[in-house]
């Protein structure tokens, strides 16, 4: 696990960008994995200006989201698809073909998650994964438990991801209980993982990942330590207990 802290989020998001356009120029039908909520924002803000500024292409690469949630209208502005459409996708080159996200509100669910996982299976598999991290250590939407899926699935949403999520609504209340979501197999079947954290309420999780000597089902992205290849980024106040320690 390579480590990277930078000054802050600025700084961090043009890195992440930076790592993201190197893979692109390497392969240009690269399978990109992306991640929402407000961590990756800037990133995607630095790869609209690598593209309209510096030619960066598109036209060839694969999307696949991580997430979606449950029964949300697509043209809702807190859907994930609205989300995607309104922070990249509409800014660059890509085909629409070419972007997938979980369909929140498939006829059958369960078969649709199985055709998600089998899609990015026969499309060659991840090549780079974007992942931010929830407070209690989530990914993706794979919550603490005892156990955790291997496949994309649906899953419920435990009070502190619907708290933290509730910034995005209108109030608490509006926050959809249910998400699709990639599941760990899923994730971990990544050529290459990019985690992004920023922010202060970020320092804890981060220490405690970072610091782990086991991984848990209690702590999901302590799961990452058994990758090959995962790159860390954080801007300093996400560092801050994690450098206190070292």
């Given at each position: 696990m390579k480590i990277i802290i930078e000054k802050d989020y600025?700084?961090?998001?043009?890195?992440?960008?930076?790592?993201?356009k190197e893979e692109i120029e390497k392969k240009e039908d690269l399978l990109l994995g992306l991640a929402t909520g407000s961590t990756p924002i800037g990133t995607y803000k630095e790869l609209i200006r690598l593209h309209k500024e510096e030619g960066l292409d598109f036209s060839k690469v694969v999307t696949f989201n991580l997430d979606e949630y449950l029964n949300i209208p697509y043209t809702n502005p807190n859907s994930y698809h609205y989300f995607m459409e309104e922070n990249l996708f509409k800014h660059i080159n890509i085909p629409k073909d070419n972007i997938h996200i979980p369909d929140g509100n498939a006829e059958d669910v369960e078969k649709f998650c199985r055709e998600y996982d089998k899609k990015i299976e026969d499309c060659g598999g991840i090549d780079l994964q974007i992942l931010g991290i929830g407070e209690n250590g989530h990914i993706a939407f794979n919550e603490p438990d005892d156990e955790l899926y291997l496949g994309t699935h649906i899953t419920g949403l435990t009070e502190s991801t619907i708290k933290a999520n509730s910034r995005?609504?209108?109030?608490?209340?509006?926050?959809?209980?249910?998400?699709?979501?990639?599941?760990?197999g899923s994730i971990m079947k990544s050529k290459k993982i990019l985690l992004l954290a920023n922010g202060e309420k970020k320092a804890p999780v981060i220490c405690e990942l970072l610091k782990q000597e086991k991984v848990s089902t209690r702590i999901p992205a302590s799961l990452l330590l058994?990758?090959?290849?995962?790159?860390?980024?954080?801007?300093?106040?996400?560092?801050?207990?994690?450098?206190k320690e070292i």
């Amino acid at each position: 696990m390579k480590i990277i802290i930078e000054k802050d989020y600025e700084s961090l998001s043009t890195t992440a960008a930076n790592i993201i356009k190197e893979e692109i120029e390497k392969k240009e039908d690269l399978l990109l994995g992306l991640a929402t909520g407000s961590t990756p924002i800037g990133t995607y803000k630095e790869l609209i200006r690598l593209h309209k500024e510096e030619g960066l292409d598109f036209s060839k690469v694969v999307t696949f989201n991580l997430d979606e949630y449950l029964n949300i209208p697509y043209t809702n502005p807190n859907s994930y698809h609205y989300f995607m459409e309104e922070n990249l996708f509409k800014h660059i080159n890509i085909p629409k073909d070419n972007i997938h996200i979980p369909d929140g509100n498939a006829e059958d669910v369960e078969k649709f998650c199985r055709e998600y996982d089998k899609k990015i299976e026969d499309c060659g598999g991840i090549d780079l994964q974007i992942l931010g991290i929830g407070e209690n250590g989530h990914i993706a939407f794979n919550e603490p438990d005892d156990e955790l899926y291997l496949g994309t699935h649906i899953t419920g949403l435990t009070e502190s991801t619907i708290k933290a999520n509730s910034r995005f609504f209108d109030s608490i209340d509006e926050v959809p209980k249910e998400a699709i979501t990639m599941g760990i197999g899923s994730i971990m079947k990544s050529k290459k993982i990019l985690l992004l954290a920023n922010g202060e309420k970020k320092a804890p999780v981060i220490c405690e990942l970072l610091k782990q000597e086991k991984v848990s089902t209690r702590i999901p992205a302590s799961l990452l330590l058994l990758h090959p290849d995962v790159v860390v980024i954080l801007d300093e106040l996400a560092a801050k207990n994690y450098l206190k320690e070292i």
